[in-house]
């Protein structure tokens, strides 16, 4: 054995204790995603970051839970001390032999989350370790529910886990805010100190659950009545007590986002999806996506065959992509023949939208055309230059395309003098139903809204998981599956101005905002479609 291969071996494993945040994942720090994607463990706690490990660390990493992860057989399902979880996270530091232990703690670790405890465990064992600090419930619980902690007029801050850390200086400093962690059980124990110990009973509470993601929920209260609400309070929760709660009601901005909790399902691809999921949440809801298509090579590859052949020859003035998939085809097939983006040096590239001439630049191509109106076929018609025999040196343009593609562009390339060689590059089919949970929320209309972006989406759709139930909200791309998605029986509450998935989301806000504005305006709860429906069946039993 070399030198070098020994000491690799010799090397320890490091630990990397991680603030996790508040919830959402997008308040991890920088260091906190490069680490978990290089973790061979990751070890998580009560608060459940499965979604975390999952969108940043590898496929293959081993995931401890140490909420109630057992070191013997006796232990299995109970709650483990702190002393019990750092046994664990050295553990864990042995068994990864070299490797890299991300240990996630919720928030910040140095803060109510057992990092002294741990680290130190790590160091008596001799075990390596980093910290990496994280964004803290304390400040970004409040922010997401629209109440600063300080103010010109309030200048301190007090944070107390549990009501031992409820003195009479903190609860008679009425001009300080209070900030209080822990179970509901906990809160309610720290409120009681608080108003035991000369806190006024009007003074405002905020109590907050499963702050900084879509299932936040704010009640404002007072101290004197915030007991009643604490027995329906999730875990986790948060409560901010003092002058500065007043100041929701101008700054709540995240509770009143118009698709706020909303359960958007989105019937498309993983892939394709990716960018409408990203807009939706930025409104505040969640997107389920269901693939209604599959996308298979064609039977035949000969017409893909003669077609890159034609592209090496110098066949084509134009190749025109109409999707995603269609470069896709097109790049998988240039690699199998041994080629790549070089292979269509000097011809003019037409994409039939922005995210079709995204992936076209993320593989190394500038599209010479895209259309600067609708972003359709008909769009990319409007733009289309004319074929001019003393302009153009080829009369003869290239679409690779579904099986199932419509003819629009190729007849009306056709009327403008060009030849046309249209292509099958990939066939559509039938996805396989999704999980009879998801088919039953379609039914039953526990889902928000529907967002169409096809024909076949709709047809595919209620195909393979029926109908959408009456008081789900459908929103369509444009006229085309609108007119689809009303001859298989479905209401249209929202068109897009454009055909594009972005103005599709869009549309789908400014409807979402509408029915807040009209809730609020006849004096009734902001709810979500599927919360209205719940409503509405109870007091239709109520009448009956």
Known sequence: MSRRSASSTARPSRVAFVGAGPGDPGLLTVAATSLLAQADTVIIDHVAREAIVQRFARPDVTVVDAGTASLSHGDHGRELTHAAKAKLVVQAAKATRGGLVVRLLDGDPALFAGLAEEALACHKAGVPF???PGVSAVGAVPAYAGIPLTTSRSTAVHVCHGPEGIVESVAQDEAATVVLLGTPEVLGAALERLLETGRDASVAVAITENGTNVRQRTVVTTLGECARHLPQTEFPALAVVGPTVELRTDLSWFETKPLFGWDVLVPRTKEQSAAMTAHLEAYGATATVVPTISVEPPRSPH??????KGLVTGRYEWIGFTSVNAVKAVREKLEECGLDARALA?????????????????WGLNPDLVPSGEQSARGLLEDWPPYDELLDPIDRVLLPRADIATETLVAGLQDMG????????????????????????????????????????VRNLVGIAGKPHATTVIGCIGPATAKTAEEHGLRVDVLAPEASSSALVDALADHGAALAAAAIEAGEPVLRPSVR???GRRRAKRNS
């Open 418 to 457: 060009w030849e046309v060689d249209d292509v099958t590059a990939y066939r559509t089919v039938r996805a396989a139903p999704p999980a009879p949970e998801i088919r039953d929320a379609i039914k039953t209309g526990r889902f928000d809204a529907v967002l169409f972006t096809s024909s076949s989406t």
């Open 303 to 308: 017409q893909m065959d003669k077609a890159i």
């Open 533 to 535: 429906r719940l409503s």
């Open 346 to 362: 000097g011809l003019k590239i037409a994409a039939v939208g922005g995210v079709t001439a995204d992936a076209l630049r993320a």
């Open 130 to 132: 980093d910290i990496v």
